[in-house]
């Protein structure tokens, strides 16, 4: 099985922002409908840019039959002995997680099922071409995250660890309840929000690999890692696409970006719910306070990540960079005076953020009897 790196983006990813097929004319935003006459024309360079390459995902570059799969990390039952040994293996493993990387892995897990809200998410996109490249990317996009969900909810019930139903009423809840990804409709906000996303969903991923690996569980890190390196490629991707909207529309792109940055860009599971075993749905916020002190106390995402992705993203965007640890804008071809007050506001709310990150505010973990957890459970 292919194991890429997580940041090999292929020739064709940098075509993209090169300006391949570019045939666009750019227009001057005077008010809110020329906004939007503008977008549809980004939108549709950005299509058209897409065309001229293929391998922009992970799949496309090494091909179907080499790209990973869950069954790759699962027992196969075409052999039942091995396949049982596989899971008494898992099992062994899986009982030696602490608590807290159990509720952060599920957490993560939780949070890719929501593949069918963000897809939905993306295909509601105003100026979205009614059909094309950025369909196929969507498509392409979804095919490997479905992967994500998949492998990590069978480890999870084959940990033995998990009340795989009290899991899945919140991951019904979850869907049902949708998300806000608070970029409404807007295709420049939407992509800062994806690029930012799956930076933290990598880093998270990451961090639980790694965790999990000095715990002796090398399934969990394996898996983990895998997905890790799709969203961080996928994470590239996204980049790639607002730094063409830069290029063609450097004041909404601004704009857009520092929208994002004032309204912090939430997680998307951020109002996850259980159901007590009463029968009670909790109301939306104790769980994802839980959740997120958890994750924060074991390393795996701290607003120190927040503020590093943050950082990452202006630097890639050449929005802004540190000199003498102290970030100054950068030069914007084509910006006028809306972006450039924009581009400040970015770099206030950027300062903003490191000083939070790094203002060392102990985490308090809350009293929460989490549901998704086994109270007992017979060893292997
Ligand atoms: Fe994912
Ligand atoms: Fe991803």
Request: net charge neutral; proline share 6%; with cysteine.
């Amino acid at each position: 099985m292919a194991t890429p790196n997580a940041h090999d983006t292929g020739p064709d990813m940098e075509r993209v922002a090169s300006g391949v097929g570019a045939h666009m004319q750019t227009h001057v935003r005077t008010d809110e409908t020329a906004a939007m006459v503008n977008r549809a024309d980004t939108m549709r360079e950005l299509d058209a840019r897409l065309g001229q390459m293929r391998a922009y995902l992970r799949t496309d570059i090494h091909g179907i039959t080499q790209a990973w799969q869950p069954a790759d990390y699962l027992p196969s039952f075409a052999n039942q002995h091995r396949a049982f040994g596989r899971i008494r293996a898992i099992q062994a493993q899986m009982q030696d997680l602490p608590p807290e990387l159990l509720t952060v892995l599920i957490g993560d897990t939780l949070t890719e099922e929501g593949l069918p809200d963000f897809t939905a998410e993306l295909a509601g996109l105003n100026a979205l071409p009614p059909s094309g490249h950025l369909h196929r990317w969507f498509r392409g996009w979804a095919g490997e995250e479905q992967r994500h969900q998949k492998v990590l909810a069978n480890l999870l019930w084959l940990s033995g660890r998990v009340d795989m139903k009290a899991y899945e009423q919140s991951v019904q809840l979850f869907l049902q309840d949708g998300v806000d990804l608070g970029i409404d409709r807007d295709p420049y906000r939407g992509f800062v929000y994806t690029s930012f996303q799956e930076l933290a969903t990598q880093r998270s991923h990451a961090n639980v690999a790694k965790l999990a690996n000095k715990c002796g569980n090398p399934v969990v890190a394996e898996v983990c890692g895998q997905v890790a390196a799709d969203e961080g490629h996928h994470a590239q991707a996204y980049m790639e696409f607002v730094r063409v909207f830069f290029e063609l529309d450097p004041d909404g792109m601004m704009c857009a970006v520092r929208d994002m940055w004032q309204r912090l860009i939430t997680m998307p599971a951020h109002h996850m719910r259980e159901v007590d075993p009463s029968g009670k749905v909790l109301p939306p916020g104790a769980t994802f306070a839980y959740f997120s002190a958890v994750a924060q106390k074991t390393g795996v995402y701290t607003v120190a990540d927040y503020a590093q992705i943050s950082a990452r993203l202006l630097e890639a965007w050449k929005v802004a960079q540190r000199n003498a640890g102290r970030w100054e804008a950068l030069p914007v071809p084509g910006l006028g005076p809306e972006g450039n007050v924009a581009q400040q506001q970015i770099l206030c709310r950027q300062r903003v953020i490191e000083r939070v990150a790094t203002s060392r505010r102990k985490v308090v973990v809350p009293e929460h009897a989490l549901t998704w957890i086994l109270k007992s459970h017979t060893k292997p």
